[in-house]
């Protein structure tokens, strides 16, 4: 199966890069042993999120929780990273929903958190043909002439 042939004693200059923040240089010497036990898969996982290789990080978390699944430390890291990555998806799917059904459907985003009107009708006409404007100028055109 696995090898637990690393004691803690391997892992520490490992441990002590990624204490200083340098994860690439411990994601780097990790990946350099042969022998892989459930530390090397909770430092692994960690040192990759920490550097944006987040499937990486998430099936070397999940693995040393596979292989030691009394450990409190590797299933705090499992319950970190689900809550993060759930967190992330639920506010980027209001925020895209929110974007959405602003302006009656218009994806435009120069709109976005710019609310002058406080209801009134004229002042929401102009915002929609600002950003009617904006948007065709994005693509090189021009709706409204600037004088």
Not at 80 to 97: A, K, P
Not at 125 to 140: I, N, P, R, T, Y
Request: glycine share 6%.
């Amino acid at each position: 199966m696995y090898s637990n042939t690393y004691n803690n004693e391997m892992f520490s200059p490992i441990i002590k890069l990624m204490n200083n923040k340098d994860f690439e240089k411990a994601h780097e010497l990790l990946n350099k042993m042969k022998d892989r036990c459930a530390n090397w898969y909770y430092l692994n996982g960690v040192s990759a999120m920490n550097i944006g290789y987040y499937e990486e990080g998430e099936e070397c978390i999940k693995k040393a929780n596979a292989i030691e699944p009394g450990n409190p430390e590797y299933e705090k890291a499992l319950k970190q990273y689900n809550f993060y990555r759930d967190d992330y998806r639920d506010r980027s799917y209001r925020y895209n929903r929110r974007r959405r059904s602003d302006l009656d459907g218009c994806c435009c985003c120069c709109c976005d958190d710019c609310c002058c009107c406080c209801g009134d009708d004229c002042c929401e006409d102009c915002m929609k043909l600002w950003c009617l404007d904006s948007c065709c100028e994005c693509c090189g055109g021009d709706l409204v002439d600037c004088f």
